[in-house]
């Protein structure tokens, strides 16, 4: 523990970033706890390590008192005076009680404390790294799986893909290569650990980014996503430049853009729509490929709407298990309920002939009551 050690703090300094200071202090904790462990619990000891020569001494702190009652933690005032005439009560005096075979105790605690920082910065460089990864798409190896997981290698870390983030669609094999969106990065104190995502909406967006240069650089942006992943998704896009059409600026030349997005998710469907600050027509459009007459908005509440198409197109626009009408409702957030021409026609007449029997029945009431009032 001398010159070799400091050599080892400045080489662990420059090669893993890993504060000199840090270590020696830490070092200096551990080691009053092997001390205490191997020479005595209820010593108040300090133990110094000498930053120039590599030096480790430990001392013993005690209190000057009038009466001593735990030599341990007490020095009498009358010797104290007899090493200082200037002590007084209550000051306090360290004794050297470094043992002689303290070296080897002091090797290997210094062992630990260096591999337990060399750990911890390790850590805290993947989870720096990784957390600069949050929100956006990796390339990764499928590893192996269990109950749970999925376990997909990024490099210097295995993240996990639970089973809520998978997609239906898809099974997973050792050594597949897979694009994985990182949902978020924790921290633990195992160290870290990197939660990914092939089912969550923004792992498409982030797709359109690669793959449409116009997405990325913010020419066309996507406004909203509802996904069913491994099934079918609803994007809805819009242009901040009125010389670009979003929708087949997305699409690609003969589709080449979107197919690629299709391929990357094993066949999962796209629709591709285009936003409108005019609900109804977004509305609209968010049910392509089914066709749209008219748009009603309810007036006491205006986040709800009936949508009404063609007889021959409503089971288009609902879609098979009700699928297009939802994900058209989580695309626009708004409550979407769907009637053909023909219900509508019926709900009108029906809401006629209960005006017109309204009619009839205060008609009735008023012809009673001047007939009575005649009569009186």
């Known amino acids: 523990m001398s010159k070799e050690m400091l050599n080892a703090l ?37 133990v110094e390590f000498d930053r120039k020569k590599g030096n480790i001494h430990v001392y013993a702190v005690k209190e000057v008192t009038e009466e001593v009652m735990d030599s341990q933690l007490e020095v009498s005032l009358k010797e104290a005076m007899t ?8 000051d306090k005096i ?15 605690t210094a062992k630990q404390v260096i591999l337990q920082r060399v750990r911890e910065a390790e850590r805290s460089i993947i989870y720096n790294e990784f957390s600069a990864y949050e929100k956006d798409i990796m390339q990764g190896i499928v590893e192996r799986q269990d109950s749970r997981y999925i376990y997909v290698n990024l490099g210097k ?31 633990t104190s195992k160290g870290p650990q990197v939660f990914v995502s092939r089912s969550h909406p923004d792992l498409l967006r982030r797709l359109f980014e690669q793959e449409v240069p116009e997405v990325y650089d913010g020419t066309v942006e996507i406004v909203s996503i509802a996904r069913e992943a491994g099934d079918r998704s609803k994007i809805a896009v819009r242009s901040h430049d009125e010389n670009i059409d979003p929708v087949g600026t997305c699409v ?25 600050e005019d609900p109804a027509i977004f509305i609209a459009n968010a049910l392509n490929p089914a066709e749209v007459t008219d748009v009603l908005f309810d007036t006491t509440n205006p986040k709800a709407c009936t949508v009404v198409v063609p007889d021959y197109q409503l089971s288009l626009a609902i879609g098979k298990r009700g699928q297009n009408a939802r994900l058209a409702a989580k695309l626009t957030g708004h409550k979407i309920d769907i009637k053909s021409e023909s219900d509508m026609a019926e709900f009108y007449e029906e809401l006629d002939r209960q005006e017109a029997q309204a009619d009839v029945s205060e008609d009735t009431e008023v012809a009673t009551l001047e007939a009575e009032q005649t009569e009186e």
């Open 157 to 187: 870390i295995e993240a996990v893909l639970s089973k809520q983030d998978q997609m239906a669609n898809e099974f997973y094999q050792p050594h597949d290569r897979i694009k994985v969106y990182v949902s978020r990065v924790e921290n």
């Open 83 to 90: 090493i200082n005439p200037a002590y007084e009560i209550g």
């Open 252 to 276: 690609g030349p003969k589709g080449q853009r979107v197919q690629a997005l299709v391929n990357e998710l094993k066949g999962e469907n796209m629709d591709i729509v285009e936003w409108d």
């Open 10 to 46: 400045d080489a662990l300094e420059a090669e893993k970033g890993i504060s000199k200071d840090i270590v020696i202090d830490a070092l200096e904790a551990a080691l009053i706890s092997a001390y205490k462990r191997h020479y005595g619990q209820s010593q108040n000891v300090e």
């Open 94 to 108: 360290r004794f050297e009680v470094t043992p002689k075979d303290f070296g080897r105790i002091a090797a290997q």
